[in-house]
């Protein structure tokens, strides 16, 4: 099995090129891809560049030109739930643009004629998630993540992101990624960490826990991977 591995920055696949050690690289459009084995998976690994449209970019390569089956992001997020503190993980149910506004024409926020609002995330690899984090006793929240190309860091913003999406977590690539799958009908599966809680302190926040909660994401996806080699 091929399988995807992206995250936005590179501080959010340095674990996992740590971890599975050997690789061999593809320079392509402007990025590096590490191709690694790891059991009886075929890994394709990569850092997109921050933003929807580099993530979008990397999650289509991953797909149609290295022709990964199913992916997974890993990577930080900031919190708007109040259940999520720094360091606790959130897997995507769905995932919604909070940027996308073509309300002028009467159309709701997230919208553009003939997409969705929200994009589901494959049911399989939230089960797996789920067992995962139940057998190892890791508190994994399940929720809605919103997506724009801004680093959120005021509670206006962040209470309007709240109320229009019903988001619990917002980051900036992973409904890109998740638009380019569904298109492609590739099961995916977006995992963040909690760096900040998108407020006045975000910025402050994320420089400080970055490096750790991208560490706690990437160590909980090696634990999947586990599970679908073995399954
Ligand atoms: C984007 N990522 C942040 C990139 C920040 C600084 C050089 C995740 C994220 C995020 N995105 C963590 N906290 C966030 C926030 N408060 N708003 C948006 O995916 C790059």
């Known amino acids: 099995m091929k399988i995807a591995i992206m995250g936005a920055m590179v501080e959010e696949i340095e674990p ?5 050690k050997e690789y061999e690289i593809v320079d392509y459009a402007d990025n590096r891809y590490y191709f690694a084995k790891y059991k009886d998976l075929e890994l394709i690994i990569a850092y997109s560049k921050i933003g929807k449209v580099f993530a979008a970019l990397t999650a289509a390569t991953m797909i149609e030109r290295f022709k990964a089956t199913k992916l997974l992001f890993s990577g930080v997020a900031g919190a708007i739930s109040s259940d999520l503190k720094i360091g606790d993980l959130i897997v995507a149910t769905k995932l919604a643009q909070h940027d996308l506004d ?5 159309h709701p926020f997230g919208y553009v004629p003939e997409g969705k609002v929200f994009i589901e995330s494959d049911k399989e690899l939230l089960d797996i998630s789920k067992k995962v ?4 006793g890791i508190y994994l929240k399940e929720g809605v993540i919103a997506t724009g190309d801004q680093f959120v860091n005021s509670s206006e913003k962040k209470e309007w992101i709240q109320k229009t999406f019903h988001a619990d977590a917002l980051e900036m690539e992973g409904a890109s990624v998740a638009v380019v799958c569904d298109a492609l009908d590739i099961p995916f599966f977006i995992l ?3 760096s900040d809680s998108a407020d006045m302190d975000a ?3 994320f420089e400080e826990f970055l490096k750790s909660s991208s560490k706690k994401s990437a160590s909980f996806l090696i634990s999947m991977l586990d599970e679908i080699a073995t399954a």
């Open 102 to 106: 073509i309300t002028a024409f009467g």
């Open 16 to 20: 996992l090129l740590e971890y599975f």
């Open 192 to 194: 963040r960490s909690i």
């Open 133 to 136: 984090a139940n057998s190892k």
């Open 203 to 205: 910025g402050f926040d």
